[in-house]
């Protein structure tokens, strides 16, 4: 099956900076891959996604990359804000496993004042 | 339209206990789910229901059963609970087919003594 490996496990940016998590992916038939940011306490919510046709995406603030020879991906977030802080999920799907999504074990990004 | 709603929120059993886990969506989806998230660990899938009546492994299933007893709701068992399924469990549902957005219940936060 497929497995995803993300990285870093923490994080911590002064505010205003830029953070990037990557994730790579061993299942070169995923196609969609998107990622899920967790406030303490709170449910994981979707912030952004890509899929196999496309290498690059952005909304405001974030972005996120596609590598698909390499098989990684990576989240970017500009201008950091306190707000930002949160634990971050990538996940995958491969195009056989119906909707199921494997995901990353998490980056915990902290973002100092 | 209140998304998808799990309960309890908050549940202590003594090993060998059973309980279930209730869950129900209002957004008409097809696709439901239950993950657990351990630290570090990500969000791990325990069992998958594509729709009404069909039931699937995920990547944790031992010590879990479920029944997706109509469109809407998708209940977990713990039949007899242990230590290691101490966990935050969260359900989840998504429209059919690859790259339809999963949407988060708010956990259920399990302790077992």
């Known amino acids: 099956g497929e497995n995803v490996e993300q990285h870093p496990s923490t994080l911590s940016v002064q505010e205003g900076d830029s953070a990037v998590i990557k994730c790579t992916y061993s299942d070169s038939a995923s196609n969609y891959f998107p990622w899920y940011k967790q406030e303490l306490g709170k449910r994981p919510q979707l912030i952004i996604d890509i899929r196999s046709n496309v290498g690059e995406k952005k909304d405001q603030r974030i972005a996120v990359t596609l590598n698909k020879t390499a098989k990684h991906f990576s989240l970017h977030i500009t201008e950091t804000q306190p707000e930002d802080s949160a634990v971050y999920f990538c996940a995958a799907r491969p195009k056989a496993a119906g909707n199921k999504l494997t995901f990353g074990g998490g980056t915990r990004v902290l973002v100092k004042p | ?113």
């Open chain 2, 1 to 113: 339209n209140a998304g998808v709603t799990q309960t309890p929120k908050f549940q202590v059993l003594k090993t060998g206990q059973s309980m279930t886990l209730q869950c129900a969506q209002d957004m008409n989806h097809n696709s439901m789910y239950w993950y657990r998230q351990d630290p570090g660990m990500g969000l791990r899938l325990i069992y998958y229901s594509a729709s009404e009546g069909t039931t699937d492994k995920g990547e944790v299933p031992n010590g879990y059963n479920v029944s997706r007893l109509n469109k809407r709701e998708f209940s977990l068992r713990l039949e007899s609970a242990a230590p290691s399924q101490t966990s935050v469990y969260f359900c989840a549902s998504s429209g059919s087919g690859s790259g339809n957005t999963i949407y988060f219940g708010e956990g259920s936060w399990l302790t077992v003594v």
